[in-house]
């Protein structure tokens, strides 16, 4: 599985740089340890979910990058030993290369249902700082907007 897990991690990075985003030494044990670590809101999302979607894939990465650059310790404690806000904030960054990648890519569908999907955290999420919701929604709205333009080009 290290192998699968190196060999994902060397792809997601050559996809980021394609959309212009540098991402920083990540090792397979920071990943594996992000992603079989303790969470504070009961996501359900697998390692082998993120391992077979490309989408998950980046925004995980991206994740743990932005984490890594505010100095934060990569491992099984790192969520739930954080500030919300710095999570947060990491969570929404690794959203915009997701939805922007998947733009790239026009599979409009997936753009679609994450948009739909993060607007109901900004409704439900205990957990999610209110200093953090402008930040969700702008970005929610400048791919809501993003995709309305480029399905309608399309149609």
Not at 1 to 12: D, N, T, W
Not at 33 to 47: I, K, Q
Not at 81 to 88: F, H, L, M, T, V
């Amino acid at each position: 599985m290290l192998a699968e897990i190196e060999s994902k991690i060397r792809v997601a990075k050559e996809v980021l740089e394609l959309i212009g985003y540098s991402l920083r030494g990540l090792s397979v044990q920071e990943f594996f340890d992000f992603m079989t670590g303790e969470t504070f809101s009961g996501d359900t999302t697998t390692l082998n979910d993120v391992l077979n979607n490309e989408y998950l894939l980046i925004h995980e990465v991206v994740e743990i990058n932005e984490l890594k650059s505010v100095g934060r310790k990569i491992d099984k404690r790192i969520i739930v030993d954080s500030p919300k806000s710095i999570i947060y904030a990491a969570h929404f960054t690794a959203l915009e290369k997701e939805l922007e990648y998947a733009l790239h890519k026009k599979d409009y569908n997936w753009v679609k249902n994450r948009i739909k999907q993060h607007k109901l955290v900004l409704e439900s999420d205990p957990h999610l700082p209110d200093e953090m919701k402008p930040k969700a929604k702008t970005i929610l709205s400048r791919y809501e907007d993003l995709l309305a333009e480029e399905t309608n080009i399309i149609q």
